[in-house]
């Protein structure tokens, strides 16, 4: 099986006459290449290189191409859009109302192949399924899915109609901003709370799962108010076991001096972090941070961590060839520091890990490939 990268697009050019292209910026260096890697449209899976945008996030593989001047160069192949997502415009082609689904037919090619989204009822919004008729028009979101089988979905959502008729029956939906979610408690903290307590229930008992993921967010978001080195490590620990980070593991705090406050394998991508509420923290971590990255150099690494019951177990991980990183989370911006053989060391901010966790939360589909290329290039999201 061909070794996959992930990376964010740096420059696309598509002119007239000339072959479309891009170029992408690896989230780690691709032996035997340097720098930005170029890949052709054709090598584009589930989507037209009319749709692709600069700091897309991708995963593709690595080919030769054996230039006209007879020199070879490696370019990218198979590049997959991880998390991507297009607001389209198209007319209704089909619709049936026993079923609670139909087609919609884009005013653009979505790819070569061109064919209709299907879409669920579910779908729709301000409008129901019922005051819907072929040929209306409307706009929605769609988000291109890939999977490594090579299955390739088009997750239709959001769809309202561009010139509602009158006098039908409107279904109102909770419109929840993202600016909202992430923001910090501070003293609304107990009428979040009670609001959680008393979560609005619709006519059939059936919870508004909209509200629901909105004050989860809000109350996960208070991070802003923790002044406690252990408390934020804690919180660190768990905002990583909801993003679905399975090897994940803390160390023990009783015999901690100079070791980090945890570790974790999640895909290709292997972290060791340290957890400080410090701004500057530089010049007291520089010992630790090189100790930190002395460990990943190795082929694998052992580390005593805790169980909920309080014992202290040991376990050997294999992290050769896995993206190693250093992450220092804090309070502050998230950027990279810099790059020693290959591992990188990064200040991470823990309001960026929670942004990921509200993407995860609202997305339909979020995989393990997925999450890990997203906490890979997370300096540059």
């Not at 692709?52 to 593989?61: I, P, Q, T």
């Not at 309080?310 to 790059?339: A, F, H, M, P, S």
Request: proline residues 2%; glycine residues 6%.
């Amino acid at each position: 099986m061909s070794v996959k990268f992930t990376g964010k697009i740096r420059a696309i050019s598509i002119k007239e006459g000339k072959s479309r292209l891009g170029f992408i910026d690896p989230d780690r260096p691709i032996p035997g290449h340097e720098g930005d890697i170029l890949f052709f449209a054709d090598k584009l899976i589930g989507i037209s290189i009319e749709y692709v945008e600069r700091a897309d996030v991708v995963e593709f593989s690595i080919t030769e191409w054996n230039r006209k001047d007879g020199t070879i160069q490696k370019i990218a192949q198979e590049v997959r859009f991880l998390n991507k997502t297009i607001s389209l415009t198209g007319v209704i082609n089909w619709v049936s109302i026993e079923k609670g689904n139909g087609f919609i037919k884009t005013d653009q090619p979505l790819d070569n192949l061109n064919k209709d989204l299907f879409f669920f009822k579910e779908d729709l919004e301000e409008i129901q399924i019922e005051n819907i008729v072929k040929g209306d028009k409307v706009r929605f979101v769609v988000k291109i899915i890939n999977y490594r089988d090579g299955r390739v979905i088009k997750s239709v959502k959001h769809i309202q109609l561009l010139s509602p008729r009158t006098n039908q029956p409107i279904h109102s939906v909770t419109n929840i901003q993202t600016s909202d979610i992430v923001s910090p408690i501070n003293s609304q903290t107990s009428e979040i709370e009670k609001s959680i307590t008393n979560l609005q229930v619709y006519n059939n008992n059936i919870f508004n799962l909209k509200e629901l993921k909105e004050k989860i967010c809000l109350f996960l978001g208070n991070h802003k108010t923790l002044s406690d080195p252990a408390e934020f490590e804690d919180y660190t620990f768990m905002i990583l076991r909801l993003l679905g980070i399975h090897s994940l593991y803390q160390y023990d705090k009783k015999n901690q001096a100079g070791r980090a406050d945890g570790f974790f394998i999640i895909g290709s991508l292997a972290v060791m972090y340290d957890c400080t509420l410090r701004n500057t923290f530089e010049e007291h971590k520089k010992e630790q941070i090189e100790n930190y990255v002395n460990k990943l150099k190795n082929s694998q690494i052992t580390i005593d961590f805790r169980l909920t019951n309080g014992d202290v177990r040991k376990k050997t991980l294999q992290i050769q060839g896995k993206n190693c990183q250093v992450w220092i989370i804090t309070k502050n911006n998230t950027r990279e520091l810099y790059d020693v053989d290959g591992i990188r060391v990064k200040e991470v901010a823990v309001q960026d890990l929670m942004n990921v966790f509200n993407k995860r939360l609202y997305s339909d589909a979020f995989e393990e490939d997925e999450l890990s290329a997203n906490l890979a290039v997370i300096d540059k999201s």
